[in-house]
């Protein structure tokens, strides 16, 4: 079945750098990814999708890589800032086009 | 525009008791999705619905759990006769047209539930 998850848990980095959170997953049939960002007490808010076809897309100041080889995908935040604060979520969608989330990763911004 | 809508946003029951969540979908979506994560966990699917179908619901337990919805009104995640287990946070998305590439699902800002 479908399975997605994340490397670490948490990760600190200091304002201005950047960040990469990384996350794997086990079905080779998954053919569209996202990353969601979700903040303290609220609901996870899309930031980026890939699909299966390609290996990197950016966006403002966030970038996706995909590598299908390995079946692995990473978040990479350029300039990370405090309001990038928050737990961040891979997600994948597969033959049952449901969406599967990872167990997220923890990222804190240190001043 | 108005986000997506869940209330209560807290929600206190004792074993036993049922508890209603609902949701009000963002303005001009149809497509509804109910999701539950557990502490320290990533969301679970649990059901996906259109407006009076459930067109799935395999992640839904077998039992004491149901969803609708209505042509009028939100949809509705029923927990009947709650257990501690069943205490979460549940969240509620919206979408416009869930195709095979058009996965961008707008989330609520959950519901709290707490069994004593």
């Excluded at chain 1, 990353?35 to 609220?42: N, T």
């Excluded at chain 1, 086009?97 to 923890?106: A, D, K, M």
């Amino acid at each position: 079945g479908e399975s997605v998850g994340l490397h670490l848990p948490t990760l600190s980095v200091q304002e201005g750098d950047n960040s990469i959170i990384n996350c794997a997953y086990s079905n080779s049939a998954s053919d569209y990814f996202i990353w969601y960002k979700q903040e303290s007490g609220k609901g996870p808010q899309f930031i980026i999708d890939i699909r299966s076809n390609m290996d990197k897309r950016q966006g403002q100041r966030v970038t996706v890589l995909l590598n299908k080889t390995v079946k692995h995908l990473s978040l990479q935040i350029a300039a990370t800032q405090p309001g990038d604060s928050a737990v961040y979520f891979c997600a994948g969608i597969g033959s049952a086009r449901q969406l599967t989330f990872g167990s997220g990763t923890q990222l804190t911004v240190l001043p | 525009n108005a986000g997506v809508m869940q209330n209560p946003r807290h929600l206190v029951r004792r074993r036993g008791q049922e508890a209603r969540l609902r949701c009000s979908p963002m303005k001009g979506h149809s497509h509804v999705y109910w999701y539950r994560q557990l502490p320290e966990e990533g969301l679970k699917f649990m059901v996906y619905l259109q407006k009076e179908n459930i067109i799935d619901e395999s992640g839904m337990p077998k039992e004491r759990f149901s969803a609708e919805f209505p042509k009028e009104g939100p949809s509705i995640l029923r927990i009947q006769q709650v257990v501690r287990g069943d205490s979460a946070a549940y969240f509620c998305a919206s979408s416009e047209n869930p195709g095979p590439y058009s996965y961008e699902q707008y989330f609520g800002p959950g519901t709290r539930l707490t069994v004593t």
